[in-house]
């Protein structure tokens, strides 16, 4: 399901992962979300998010395939909703 303020990428399988153990780390314009493996202690990457007011559906697509996860671009009215905020209209 797309999220209406930030483009996704998925590198790992949400159910890969101890509940309750994910985080969220702003790094620049970029959000990492982290958890837990099951049966690990340490944090692992599990997805990007890509605020719209940062990234451009192309951008963030490209850092996405870079790493080697699945994209999903963001909802379209809150991507034409940000850009007429953009405009001042």
């Not at 797309?2 to 509940?19: K, L, S, T, V, W």
């Not at 979300?33 to 944090?43: A, D, N, V, W």
């Not at 605020?51 to 999903?72: I, M, Y």
Request: hydrophobic share 30%; proline share 6%.
């Amino acid at each position: 399901m797309p999220y209406p303020n930030e483009h996704a990428c998925r590198i790992r399988d949400p159910g890969d992962f101890q509940p309750k153990s994910f985080r969220r780390i702003a790094q620049g314009k970029l959000n990492i979300i982290i958890g837990r493996l099951k049966g690990k202690t340490t944090t692992t990457t599990q997805a990007f998010r890509y605020p719209v007011d940062n990234w451009s559906e192309a951008e963030a697509k490209a850092h996405c395939k870079e790493q080697g996860g699945r994209f999903e671009a963001a909802m379209d009215s809150a991507i034409r909703e940000r850009a007429r905020q953009r405009r001042g209209g």
